[in-house]
């Protein structure tokens, strides 16, 4: 019979400690790597580096930047830098506007580059003023497997 009511407490405890487990509410802050998330800035320069997620053997890092040279003038910046010379090295730029909140893309680029540790790319862009612009990069390296990495700068007001 005492073994009866030990079993039964056991159970019962059991079942409470599951319930005060799911039942507790979890206040976490989102960790998300989501790049529609918008920064802007006040400065007259950004930059964004992001090395590669997997540590792989092909891609190191991808770093991409703007900065504003004059009151409708912008040089974008963009480098995909390998561990070792790769087959084929990705670099896609995006300069992406701001209007009525959003951003978009304004303007596109892509460039590949064979047998190379690196390709690094510098483009000035006439732009027009009163507008927030930003670089969205897509890095990549492929010597058989293929690696790549995103890079997202701030937003900066050209005027």
Request: aromatic share 10%; hydrophobic share 30%; proline share 2%.
């Given at each position: 019979?005492?073994?009866?009511?030990?079993?039964?407490?056991m159970a019962v405890f059991l079942v409470f400690c599951c319930c005060m487990l799911l039942g507790i509410?979890?206040?976490a802050e989102n960790l998300s790597d989501d790049f529609s998330v918008e920064?802007?800035?006040?400065?007259?320069?950004?930059?964004?580096?992001?090395?590669?997620?997997?540590?792989g053997n092909n891609l190191n890092l991808g770093n991409s930047s703007i900065k504003k040279l004059a009151s409708n003038k912008?040089?974008?910046?963009?480098?995909?830098?390998?561990?070792h010379?790769?087959?084929?090295?990705?670099?896609n730029m995006y300069l992406e506007r701001k209007v009525n909140g959003t951003y978009s893309t304004y303007k596109s680029w892509s460039f590949t580059k064979k047998n190379a540790t690196n390709l690094v790319k510098d483009i000035t862009v006439i732009v027009p003023s009163g507008y927030?612009?930003?670089v969205r990069g897509y890095h990549a390296a492929k010597?058989?497997?293929?690696?790549?990495t995103t890079t997202l700068t701030s937003g900066i007001l050209v005027k």
């Open positions: 019979m005492k073994e009866k009511i030990k079993k039964t407490i509410p979890v206040m920064t802007d800035t006040d400065a007259d320069y950004a930059e964004d580096t992001t090395y590669s997620v997997l540590r912008v040089i974008i910046s963009g480098l995909t830098q390998c561990h010379s790769c087959d084929i090295v990705y670099l927030y612009y930003r010597d058989g497997s293929k690696e790549s």
